[in-house]
């Protein structure tokens, strides 16, 4: 295994940040001057097709790399400065209904709750969303 990569796995390892694979860049970069985006972008689409993180498009403008493919989660989503956060948790009977299915075979389900986090909001309390 390259420098590059060992680099780029260490940085991910642990990372609950949903770093952009520009952040993950410039922290690799900050460690091996020499490493380039494009090896940055080519691993983590490796380690993607492998299964070992899920590039994740959340709106934000910037693909975020998510290494927690082990446990079933959904993603929270500050509208202000775009720090993402898991919420572990679980919609059993979330499915298409029937007349709008037309023959489509859903793979997986994803549910992005989005809002404004603590940080940029510190003074008001986080107000949920009911259905």
């Given at each position: 295994?390259?420098p590059?990569?060992?680099?780029?796995?260490?940085?991910?390892?642990?990372?609950?940040?949903?770093?952009?694979?520009?952040?993950?860049?410039?922290?690799?970069?900050?460690?091996?001057?020499?490493?380039?985006?494009?090896?940055?972008?080519?691993?983590?689409?490796?380690?993607?097709?492998?299964?070992?993180?899920?590039?994740?498009?959340?709106?934000?403008?910037?693909?975020?790399?998510?290494?927690?493919?082990?446990?079933?989660?959904?993603?929270?989503?500050?509208?202000?400065?775009?720090?993402?956060?898991?919420?572990?948790?679980?919609?059993?009977?979330?499915?298409?209904?029937?007349?709008?299915?037309?023959?489509?075979?859903?793979?997986?389900?994803?549910?992005?709750?989005?809002?404004?986090?603590?940080?940029?909001?510190?003074?008001?309390?986080?107000e949920?969303?009911?259905?």
């Open positions: 295994m390259t590059q990569r060992l680099a780029i796995f260490r940085l991910l390892q642990d990372n609950r940040e949903h770093p952009t694979v520009e952040a993950l860049y410039e922290a690799a970069r900050a460690e091996m001057p020499t490493i380039s985006l494009k090896t940055v972008y080519q691993t983590v689409h490796e380690l993607a097709a492998l299964g070992e993180v899920e590039l994740l498009d959340l709106g934000t403008g910037s693909h975020r790399v998510d290494p927690n493919v082990e446990s079933a989660h959904h993603h929270l989503v500050c509208s202000s400065c775009g720090r993402v956060r898991d919420i572990p948790v679980d919609f059993p009977g979330l499915a298409v209904p029937t007349p709008y299915r037309d023959g489509f075979a859903v793979d997986s389900v994803e549910v992005i709750f989005r809002g404004v986090c603590e940080v940029c909001t510190p003074s008001q309390p986080a949920s969303v009911r259905p």
